[in-house]
């Protein structure tokens, strides 16, 4: 779906004619070789190939020499065979057909790891420019995205292998890694060299789609930001943040290395977190969630980072509420909390100083407010 965009019309209509022409038969004309490598018929490419007088640049009518034909089929134990034999006999690995396409493009397409690798290892060029603009690691950037996440590791492993052979990093399969795959298939992806802050063809970002996926481990949101990811781009949206991802989900762990790699949020933006969380979970349930729940945990979070919602325009209001409330209740002003320590921790740290207590009321009172509900005299009744 990718593709049915203006500026990948191109794409698309390549990509749509390439999968059709799997599906049809090959014009292969009057080449008794090209007939026998596109059935992967292994004795008859070996009987032709012994004659002395075999040329090595025999082709279809539209420009497919051997090679192609042989990486046109899907993965195949015969292929590999076939491929070999070619190679020995001197088939340009690199030869064009009339859409500029290389037998690599082919084995891509199939996401046939084991052709790839031979034929990298034979000098294939992985930079190789088609017509419409598609390069080996593009093609197989498009089709992961394509493809179901069962069939998700061959696209990974060949975009490793394209990689780490000095491919350009002109795509990215990342966010779909991180989806779909493993820890170790986005370590291998991030070894080899693949960008992680570009965004894919959806507009997502490595950091943003592990913070936007709860059964996303933890350990790959820090993975990111171990090889350089932009802590505070989560999309090609502005307001697309990984924090406000990871909020969403409640995830205090992924929320905790955030902040810990310098995550921010802006007043704006932590106003409508307070007012969603605290209208979600304490004004439709008041006598079930409380704000020691685990549902309000992120919020507690950042709340205790320093994050400070807006009131009716005016920023920081929320400790003029604070401070009333001391005054009228002769208690310590609110300490500093450790927002790096474990939940456990965090609730030990907030019951030791009414903190919670504190936080709870603010929120409310600045829940109601940005709800435009008349708290005008809320403070006096706490």
């Known amino acids: 779906m990718e593709f049915i965009t203006m500026d990948n019309f191109q794409f698309m209509e390549q990509y749509i004619g390439d999968v059709r022409e799997h599906k049809k038969s090959i014009d ?22 012994q004659d002395e007088n075999a040329e090595n640049n025999q082709s279809t009518l539209d420009g497919k020499t051997p090679l192609h034909l042989v990486c046109i089929p899907k993965e195949n134990s015969k292929s590999f065979t076939i491929i070999k034999l070619l190679l020995e006999k001197g088939f340009d690995v690199n030869a064009r057909d009339d859409k500029d396409r290389t037998p690599i493009y082919f084995a891509c397409m199939n996401l046939n ?12 060029l992985v930079n190789t420019t088609i017509s419409s603009g598609l390069t080996p690691l593009k093609l197989v950037c498009k089709a992961a995205e394509n493809t179901l996440n069962l069939n998700i590791v061959p696209a990974l492993n060949i975009a490793n292998l394209l990689l ?3 491919a350009q990093r002109d795509d990215t399969c ?13 370590k291998e992806l991030l070894d080899s060299g693949m960008d992680v802050n570009m965004l894919d063809e959806s507009g997502r970002s490595p950091l943003g789609t592990a913070c936007s996926i709860h059964t996303v481990s933890a350990d790959v949101v820090k993975l990111l930001l171990s090889y350089g990811a932009n802590v505070n781009i989560g999309g090609a ?3 697309q943040k990984p924090l406000i991802f990871a909020y969403a989900h409640n995830s205090f762990s992924k929320i905790k290395i955030l902040l810990s790699y310098g995550a921010y949020i802006t007043s704006e933006e932590m106003t409508a977190l307070v007012s969603m969380s605290v209208s979600k979970s304490i004004l439709e349930n008041p006598e079930i969630v409380t704000f020691h729940s685990k549902e309000l945990l992120s919020c507690r979070i950042l709340l205790a980072a320093g994050f400070t919602p807006i009131v009716h325009g005016v920023l920081g209001i929320s400790h003029d509420l604070t401070t009333k409330i001391n005054q009228q209740q002769n208690l310590p002003p609110l300490l500093l909390l450790n927002f790096l320590a474990d939940s456990n921790q965090l609730t030990q740290d907030c019951n030791g100083n009414s903190y919670i207590f504190f936080m709870y009321k603010c929120a409310v009172v600045t829940s109601m407010l940005h709800l435009g509900l008349n708290c005008l005299s809320t403070h006096n009744a706490l």
């Not at 080449?31 to 490419?45: F, H, Q, Y």
């Not at 990342?174 to 986005?186: E, M």
């Open 113 to 124: 790891t084991q052709l790839v690798k031979i034929l990298i290892a034979a000098g294939s």
């Open 28 to 49: 292969i004309g009057e080449c008794p070789l090209c007939i026998s490598c596109a059935m992967l018929n292994t004795d008859d490419v070996q009987e032709i190939l």
């Open 164 to 166: 780490r052979a000095g």
């Open 174 to 186: 990342l966010p779909v890694a991180i989806q779909y795959g493993q820890y170790s298939h986005v």
């Open 237 to 239: 949206w502005t307001k």
